[in-house]
């Protein structure tokens, strides 16, 4: 009933394939497609990593790039005003000197990929204690890294894959200066809002559109897509290029109990009290409304999706699918002399998730913007001061220069919000550590909550980027010498939040270690022919245009401008179904049969928001936005039965552009 | 700075008095008043309290009752339906006949007060373990309410006072023909809404008016209030009677760190994930939003109530105060060879701390409407076979009356939202209890929450009366026989549920013990002059109308109509600030000046919502509906700095109903 996946064993249309290893074999059994190198390098290198988190890709010559609204949403919200609601209105820059340049975005462009598992293990030998092997590790890595940024100039990061059994150095063109050239208003974008996301049939507009520059003009990027304006075909072949956050399906069956009943109700716990949180802050005025916007959309993005992860963790039918398999795989290993060794990784492993849970909800790093800024002035003084291996990854000479454009950031913090969201957070930590803890009491000082977040926020100056340029230039004398009490409390808290750190790490190293041989058991089981669970790294993943069956009904694979109004007027256009002004202005303008949004097999997650959908010629048909309600389980197993990607057709971009936007000379630049 | 209370030590306008044992010497010396017995009589019988939680007062000779619109709530939400919102749209009887009875409200006025002590005392011996103690305890104060419902026909509870130091014999008068007269719409009953709930200053007019009705006709009620057009004056005596829900200001220091650590953090995760559902659930459609309006309103409600008091345990002030209070306490009796053994009581509280910590969350009886008839029938059908002494106390014969009309409700019942909180409390206890636990795997039935939660749902017969009135009829061979999916499942679930709820008798019990021990040092040490802990039983508490200051800015003692209309303007009439369209089309002739709302610096908390204000001559001046934010604390503490109960000006009643509702009939009856 339930298409398992684990790594190993796939089915179907499943996989998010690493660029150097295709499954070229499924693509030309099931497709009659062969990717050539050629194929996949375009195909790779018209690809783009949102650091904000999110994916895009190429579309033009002259430096075009498109993603979902939604992750454009974080640029959107920093750029706006008061005045100017960008996020809420739309945005189109009529000539390029209106683009305007996002405060802090990076955008990686993937160059190439380097096998390196053999350089990390050597360094790490099999005999030393975990936080030796986690340091060791660590060490090895930023060597890498460095030696790489080095020779080639390129930012360099060696990515953990199959739970740690092997290391690959992916190498990536940075563009930091990013513009924004249009966005639709938030209304057709996230159509439907909070009730419809992750349902289908949607018809969303879920696009926006930014160029890349270098040296102040738009950069010449030489690897784009091509523009299709034709839409799909059912069952046609569709390739997804992008880079999926997360994914969890090596996990063990104690790991997923795990996550059933610890991690998961402690983030959703936390999630729908941030949540509330944010809500009371809008009720008081629609500019403390538009500031916490952004966010809580995050979250109510967030708080639905992991309770569909969750709901399907609690269906027995699907554990007991999963403890069937893992019983059948432990079982094939007793029989092996070769592998029997292995199977202390699963004893291993399920011990460690006891581990996890008490930890959970300990944390000390207070995380708001402004206290997050704090903690990485004081820690960036102390570790510039330590040999390279010793340092905390993200501090990394490698990384340097992304840290930093993210730490100078000129977007606003409103100090409202954070001072809600730090009162709150003092207030949870106090719940979590208990009232008496000596790092709580530490904390509050000796008020409350709210009254300690009200003092610490009113005196600080963090929020003026001078301020902390002044401080990281000034390094760890400038630190000490520092007397904002932010900066105070984060050198307060250093101790504790480096011992919970610290623990973490080895509990990571420990499960490295063991999910490495879980893969090797799977790989001397089941062949080596399979892909890693997703590490926010380019991945390829394919399927077909298909709709399916709910309750009994069958589900169509694609939607028209036509069902958009239809759809609004089924909701008596009440919030959120009320399609913009202009839709309706210009509703006879419109080829109303013109393909909206789609659906596809491809196996995605979070993190492919944004991903451009190629079809065999690497035309762009469409753009990946969401997944479907029965996809949300996709962290631990694939099926096809009724989980589907959802994205935006190519087409209707291009239409709403010409005809909705007066856009004709970004819709001109597209594909060309 | 902070006045803390504990039981003996009261300061200025604190407290909640009982009505035998009101604090004449107080009132006397701060206010140069003596209430007479026959005064206390009449306030007394005039006073009502509502079973569906609430105060009220009759308010004429004819059966007219006042409470709050959000006391009357749950009835107008009842007796709405998808044509006629009572609830949003407000509601004016325009001719008796057209009085509308509320399915299930039951109304009690208490008649008489006795001193039971010695008796339940007697009943229970020093060397009972905890679980006998608790059961001669129940069998008494069973024994003691049968005797005497048989011979005075009266509504006849047991109340256990200052925390298990006495009892006390409430005898009522009970009305359950209770007819709706008029509510005004919600837009003004709870203007401001979320936002301004629980903020000074306010404007809202959260009144409603029923009647009550004997043998067909209007009750002849002899003890009503006079009414007030004539608002009232800054420091003016003002009294309070009404039915506070609970306190806890006797709660060691302990049991206040278990209330910040635990539990208070507990419900609260609970209220904001109830919340979340069903603002989720009313997403879907305007009908669907009407369904779970109420229940969301009163979600709401209590977490801001319990955000406030928690936030008042966070401050390190107060449980610093607290602390010292108990150890000067503490070091009292220790100094005192008569009272050096009570001292053992906070040891044992503090120990009793850990087993209901323990227990949080653990509970199996999934508190949706019909699960909970379900349990009812099922155990009513077992209890039903026992002695008297040994059933379940509220299954004893001086409750069944108020049991079966509760049970018996034709309210309506939505099996869409049922089904909704069925799924979320299944996946809830998975979450409490672990996915592995028996218990769990037995609700599951191998399903998933949503898909177990949809399938007994829709196949219950429960939400018919008829059905559950035969059930009941047919007994314990009736239940057994039933095959009802949630009859089965509260049969199936009972041994665990009952296994739970003797621990959680024990240990009240071990605290009733402990308490009132408690109670004897606080007695010994500061004199026996004072107040209970509230329990939902008539209390007074006296203060004046007087403003305070906020933030350094003084804050007037009342609020007017003009600033109502002022209120609205300031918020540019956003939803919820918006006054309903009567208010505009008959402003002129409003007299503006009028009184709307008032603050006074009475003793009150949750459950006194609809409590009558009234001035020494016994005039009813307000109505009781809300607390300032600063009064949130008053679980635990009172202090008269800032704390305030805010309470809608009578005279504002009036003049709306004759201006604005056309309620000539009902303005006329008013307190004659």
């Known amino acids: 009933m339930l298409a398992l996946a684990a790594t190993g064993s796939t089915t179907a249309d499943e996989g998010m394939w690493l660029f150097n290893d295709l499954p070229a074999k499924t693509l030309q059994t099931r497709y009659g497609f062969t990717p050539t190198a050629e194929w996949a390098d375009h195909l790779m290198k018209a690809s783009v990593r949102f650091n904000s988190g999110g994916s895009a890709s190429f579309v033009s010559s002259t430096g075009l790039v498109l993603t979902n609204h939604h992750v454009g949403a974080d640029t959107l919200q920093k750029i706006s005003t008061p005045d100017h609601n960008y996020y809420q209105n739309g945005f189109y820059a009529k000539a390029l000197a209106d683009e305007i340049p996002a405060p802090d975005l990076e955008l990686n462009q993937l160059i190439s990929i380097q096998d390196v598992t053999q350089r990390v293990q050597n360094a790490v030998s099999s005999d030393m204690a975990p936080s030796a092997a986690a340091l060791a590790r660590r060490a090895i890595m930023a060597k890498i890294e460095n030696e790489s940024l080095e020779s080639t100039g390129l930012r360099s990061d060696v990515v953990t894959l199959y739970g740690g059994a092997k290391y690959h150095l992916y190498r990536y063109k940075k563009y930091t200066d990013v ?112 500031r916490a916007h952004e966010e809580l959309f995050g979250f109510q993005n967030s708080r639905k999706a992991l309770t569909g992860m969750l709901q399907g963790l609690q269906d027995p039918r699907f554990m007991g699918h999963k403890e069937q398999a893992e019983r059948d795989l432990l079982k094939q290993i007793a029989g092996d002399p070769k592998l029997r060794a292995l199977a202390s990784a699963w004893d291993r492993i399920a011990k460690l998730q006891q581990r996890r849970k008490e930890l959970l909800g300990q944390g000390v790093s207070l995380n708001t913007q402004l206290y997050q800024m704090a903690e990485t002035l004081v820690r960036m003084a102390a570790e510039d001061k330590k040999p390279s291996p010793e340092q905390l990854r993200e501090f990394r000479a490698s990384n340097r220069q992304s840290l930093l454009q993210q730490l100078f950031s000129p977007a606003p913090i409103y100090k409202d919000l954070e001072q809600a969201k730090m009162a709150d957070l003092i207030g949870f930590m106090m719940e979590q550590r208990g009232g008496d803890d000596p790092w709580v009491l530490k904390v509050l000082d000796g008020k409350s909550p709210a009254d300690r977040a009200a003092e610490l926020i009113a005196a600080t100056q963090l929020h ?72 926010f790294t380019l991945r390829l993943a394919f399927g077909t245009v298909r709709g399916y069956h709910e309750d009994g009904q069958p589900v169509a694979p694609w939607t028209t401008f036509a069902g958009a109004f239809r759809h609004e007027s089924v909701h008596a256009a009440r919030e959120p179904w009320q399609l913009p002004q202009r839709w309706h202005d210009r509703k006879s303008q419109l080829d109303l049969d013109t393909q909206m949004d789609f659906v596809c097999t491809a196996d995605i997650i979070g993190g492919n928001s944004g991903s451009p959908v190629v079809n065999r010629n690497l035309e762009l048909v469409g753009l990946i936005f969401d997944g479907n309600i029965q996809s949300l389980t996709a962290d631990y197993y694939y099926s096809e039965k009724q989980a589907r990607a959802v994205a935006v057709s190519s087409a209707a971009i291009r239409a709403a552009l010409r005809t909705l936007y007066d856009a004709q000379r970004i819709a001109d630049e597209l594909g060309r």
């Not at 880079?243 to 716990?269: C, E, M, S, W």
């Not at 009490?485 to 250093?494: F, K, N, S, T």
Request: glycine fraction near 6%.
């Open 464 to 535: 003026q980027v001078d301020y902390r340029r002044k401080l990281a230039d000034g390094g760890a004398d400038a630190v000490q010498a520092c007397k904002d009490p932010l900066i105070r409390l984060a050198a307060l808290m250093d101790p504790e939040s480096r011992r919970l750190r610290k623990i973490q790490e080895e509990i990571q190293e420990e499960e490295r270690q063991a999910y490495a041989k879980v893969a090797e058991a799977v790989f001397a089981t089941q062949g080596t022919s399979t892909y890693p669970d997703a590490t």
């Open 179 to 290: 513009r924004l050239v249009w966005a639709p208003e938030a209304a057709i974008a996230f159509f439907g809002g909070d009730a419809d996301n992750f349902e289908y049939p949607r018809y969303d507009l879920d696009a926006c559109i930014f160029r890349v520059y270098e040296d102040g003009k738009p950069a010449k990027t030489a690897h784009f897509l091509k523009w299709s304006d034709h839409g799909v075909n059912q069952d046609e072949l569709v390739l997804v290029s992008g880079n999926p956050g997360r994914t969890n399906r090596i996990f063990t069956l104690a790991a997923l109990k795990h996550q059933r009943d610890a991690r998961l109700p402690y983030v959703l716990n936390f999630i729908r009290r941030r949540e509330i949180l944010l809500q009371q802050f809008g009720l008081e005025s629609p500019e403390r409304e538009r």
